[in-house]
């Protein structure tokens, strides 16, 4: 590999360093070490041990639960590296936690994402690379490069190989149909929309299947899956109008919280395809398909350092590696 101006390092924080060493291994170098630990009293320390002036350092971190340990633990990692010397700091955060809190759905409500954009780059971030961002407009609270790559084309890969006859694409809401939309014309298949309506008390209810989903079998699509209720609730209301039995699911950002995992084989999920943008444990309960990210974005990286664009990493790459689980 031929380095432009500033040799790059690899760092890794706690919350995926699996993902970053494999990031680091596809550039054929090591990661750039360094020592975390959290103190009795709950604080986070973080020592880098080794030099890393004059370089670009990608900092890979997504800020998964633990969400707040880990948002501390890279800003730790960031203004260490800033009072190191380095030249450039590209953080890599393939899952960006409190993505959500894009905008305020109540009075008196903070935008989180927002918060902390500003409190990446007040500590001295260069550049962002993240992968399917909840939203688009995140990267307007950033005066930064923003790089949002997408793992639609890997997942949709994976997907092809494993679909039901007459299967139909679903976007469980309004703000997921550019996505479905993405992996319908790859898959080329029909898409549905769900209606999702915010009811009284915060409480959300589909009230209109747009779309024919008689006798379909339904493939899902969504950003995330944190506690399953989305997912769940869309596979209700598809078999109630009339889709079959068959539900597979495709989510970027498989984070599983509480009793996910439960209320999806409850619910009659059969399969659901994800990324490892964080780490996945695997399901005795679930079949889970993890495709990895960690090609797409070690492209990202070899782009950035040899001043290449970099978004089209996500539409050049759709190498893989796969692990099923069951
Ligand atoms: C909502 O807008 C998101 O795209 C996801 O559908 C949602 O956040 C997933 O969360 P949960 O699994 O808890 O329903």
Redesign the pocket.
Known sequence: MQFAVHEPAILAGTANAALAAAIADRLGLGLSPCRIERFPDGEIGVQLLAPVRHKTVFVVQPTSPPVNDHLIELLALIDACRRSAAARIVVVVPYFGYA?ADKRHRRREPITARMVAEILEAVGIDQLVTLDL?TPQIEGFFHVPVDSLTAVPVLSAAIQERLPERTVVVS??S??VRMATEYAHRLRLPLIVLHKQRQRGGETAITHVVGEACDRACLII????????????SAHALRDAGARPEILVA?THG?F?ET?VTKLVEAGVRLVFTTDTVPQAGSDQLSLEVVSVAPLLASAVQRFVANESISRASSSSTACSRRTDR
């Open positions: 959500r909840h469980p809401d703000g997921r969504d950003d995330m899956i944190a506690t399953g209720g989305t997912i769940v609730e989510a984070l919280v996910a």
